[in-house]
T-cell receptor, first 109, second 115 residues
Framework: RKEVEQDPGPFNVPEGATVAFNCTYS??????FFWYRQDCRKEPKLLMS???SGNEDGRFTAQLNRASQYISLLIRDSKLSDSATYLC??????????FGAGTRLFVKA | DADVTQTPRNRITKTGKRIMLECSQT?????MYWYRQDPGLGLRLIYY???????NKGEISDGYSVSRQAQAKFSLSLESAIPNQTALYFC??????????????FGDGTRLSIL
């Protein structure tokens, strides 16, 4: 089993739709969590950190469920510019950072 | 100007050649990392360094070496390149303060092709 698993997609949604991605992690000692966005052939860019109580940044909402060991990302009112690959990232104390393979999203007009 | 700069951006070379990829940063971060990315596999850690005197192997260090010349510079070398090292390479940095909770910041990447 991979340490961090994501549905690779692709998710194909129309503009204005709400879409949600989940990411599961295997190490219960994981301490911090992030979502990154990566455009084709570009570098990953931090989208948002994920806090225990959940957090929101504009149209994006991140949730953490420690009991079930997953994090989620919800995108409301999808824009064409949201089309990208979304990477789930889990840090397990000290240095160890595990990147998920990513979920591809296509938003269509 | 980019905070994390990688050179070259693209490189095509032949099997057996020695190659160096360079990374420099202006973020003032202590921690620097080298990753490679292959389709469907996500990012995999090659080496990381927590300060100038600290170098550590990641999960796929075989065939690679690194040098931390200064706090701001971290280079990756392929001593004798082979075709399965063809990949997209990223350098990243993070702040050591409250390290477990600090995200990593990436350079633009180096696309390396080995023929």
């Amino acid at each position: 089993r991979k340490e961090v698993e994501q549905d690779p997609g692709p998710f194909n949604v129309p503009e204005g739709a709400t879409v949600a991605f989940n990411c599961t992690y295997s190490n219960s000692a994981s301490q911090s969590f992030f979502w990154y966005r990566q455009d084709c052939r570009k570098e990953p860019k931090l989208l948002m950190s994920v806090y225990s109580s959940g957090n929101e940044d504009g149209r994006f909402t991140a949730q953490l469920n420690r009991a079930s060991q997953y994090i989620s990302l919800l995108i409301r009112d999808s824009k064409l510019s949201d089309s990208a690959t979304y990477l789930c990232v889990v840090k397990t104390g000290g240095f160890k950072t595990i990147f998920g393979a990513g979920t591809r999203l296509f938003v269509k007009a | 100007d980019a905070d994390v700069t990688q050179t070259p951006r693209n490189r095509i070379t032949k099997t057996g050649k020695r190659i160096m990829l360079e990374c420099s940063q202006t973020k003032g971060h202590d921690r620097m990392y080298w990753y490679r990315q292959d389709p469907g596999l996500g990012l995999r850690l090659i080496y990381y360094s927590f300060d100038v005197k600290d170098i550590n192997k990641g999960e796929i260090s075989d065939g690679y070496s690194v040098s931390r010349q200064a706090q701001a510079k971290f280079s990756l070398s392929l001593e004798s390149a082979i075709p399965n090292q063809t990949a997209l390479y990223f350098c990243a940095t993070s702040d050591s303060q409250d390290g477990s909770y600090q995200p990593q910041h990436f350079g633009d990447g180096t696309r390396l092709s080995i023929l």
